[in-house]
C-alpha cells in the first residue's frame, strides 16, 4: 500500500510511519512548509502524488491547552481538516482516508453507559473534544457529498515511549524519574482518581492500518483496551518498576478545568470487522515509557 501521512512528526505519527514501512507500506510525508491551514498549498501537493490512503493524524491534541488556545485548537483542528478534505476531493484518483479523532468527543457519560459504544451521543465538554467532533463531521461530509472512503478512529488514551510530557502517563513517568534521579521523596500530580482506557501506541497504529485496509465507505471505530486504569493506579506500577517509595501530592494547578470521572469504550467492532486486539501488556508499555525518560533525561 502507497500512503501518505499527514502529522507524520507527531508521537502517534512517528510509530505509524515505522509500523507502515516494516509491513512494506511505501510512505509519503507532507513536505516542508506545508501546512494543514494552507489549502491551496494542500491542493497543490496533492495533485501531484497518488496514493492508496491518507493517514490524517495533524492536529492540536492537548485538551488542557484547548481552554486557552481555543481558536488555535479549532483552526487547526477544524479548518485543517477541511482544507484535507478539500485537497482529496482535488486529486485525479482520490485515496481513502483515516482521520483520528478521540474519545474526548463522548465527554461525561453515566457509569450505566460504560463501556463506551460508537452508538452513544457525542457531548464534547471541551474545546478540543468539540473541535474533534466538528472535525468528523467534516470528513464525513467528503464520504456523503464524494463517496471517498473514510474511517474515523475515536481513539481513547494512548501511551508509550517518545510521549510528551503534556500527557498525563507520560507526564506522571518523567516526573518519577526524575525524582528518583534526584533523590525527592515526592511529587506534584492531578486528579488521581481520574479512570482512563489505555492503549499501547504500538497496538494503536496496528489498528490503524487495520482499519484503513476495509474501509470501503464510512466506518467510525473505537481504538482502545476495554479496561480502564485510574491515575493512582498507573503511578502506583510505575513506583514499583522504579523500586522507590514516593509521595503523590495533589496539585491545584495540574488539574483540568473540567474532568471526566472514567472513560473505558468497547473495542468489539473494530475486533470484529479488523480481528485487531491489544497485544502490548500495561506492564510492558510502562516500562519502555520509564526507560524512554531515564534516557531521555540522562542525555538531556
Not at 479523532?101 to 457525542?122: A, D, I
Not at 473541535?131 to 481513539?155: D, M
Not at 513517568?173 to 534521579?181: D, E, T, W, Y
Request: net charge neutral.
Amino acid at each position: 500500500m502507497r500512503a501518505l501521512v499527514v502529522g507524520s512528526s507527531g508521537f502517534v505519527g512517528t510509530w505509524l510511519v515505522e509500523y507502515l514501512r516494516s509491513v512494506d507500506d511505501e510512505v509519503l510525508l507532507l513536505p516542508n512548509g506545508v501546512d494543514i491551514r494552507d489549502r491551496e498549498a494542500l491542493k497543490g501537493y496533492f495533485q501531484e502524488i497518488r496514493v492508496d490512503a491518507i493517514y490524517h493524524l495533524a492536529a492540536r491534541s492537548h485538551v488542557g491547552r484547548s481552554w486557552s488556545q481555543p481558536d488555535e485548537t479549532y483552526m487547526v483542528n477544524v479548518i485543517g481538516t477541511s482544507n484535507i478534505c478539500e485537497a482529496i476531493r482535488s486529486m485525479p484518483i482520490p485515496p481513502k482516508l483515516l482521520f483520528v479523532s478521540s474519545s474526548e468527543v463522548y465527554g461525561k457519560v453515566t457509569h450505566g453507559e460504560l463501556p463506551v459504544r460508537e452508538s452513544q451521543p457525542l457531548a464534547p465538554v471541551s474545546p478540543y473534544a468539540a473541535s474533534k467532533a466538528a472535525a468528523e463531521n467534516v470528513v464525513k461530509q467528503l464520504f456523503y457529498g464524494s463517496s471517498i472512503p473514510v474511517v474515523v478512529a475515536r481513539s481513547f488514551n494512548h501511551i508509550g515511549p517518545g510521549q510528551g510530557e503534556s500527557f498525563v502517563a507520560s507526564a506522571l513517568a518523567k516526573r518519577l524519574v526524575s525524582a528518583q534521579m534526584k533523590g525527592t521523596d515526592e511529587i506534584k500530580v492531578g486528579n488521581l482518581k481520574a479512570r482512563r482506557d489505555f492503549t499501547d501506541v504500538r497496538d494503536v497504529v496496528r489498528a490503524y492500518r487495520s482499519m484503513i485496509e476495509r474501509a470501503d465507505s464510512f466506518e467510525v471505530f473505537n481504538v482502545c483496551s476495554g479496561t480502564s486504569l485510574s491515575i493512582e493506579q498507573l503511578a502506583e506500577i510505575m513506583i514499583r518498576q522504579l523500586g522507590v517509595e514516593l509521595k503523590l501530592v495533589v496539585s491545584p494547578e495540574l488539574v483540568r478545568p473540567l474532568d471526566i470521572f472514567e472513560v473505558v469504550g468497547s473495542n468489539d467492532k473494530l475486533r470484529s470487522m479488523t480481528n485487531w486486539k491489544p497485544e502490548i501488556e500495561i506492564q510492558r508499555t510502562i516500562k519502555d515509557l520509564l526507560e524512554y525518560w531515564r534516557g531521555h533525561l540522562l542525555t538531556s
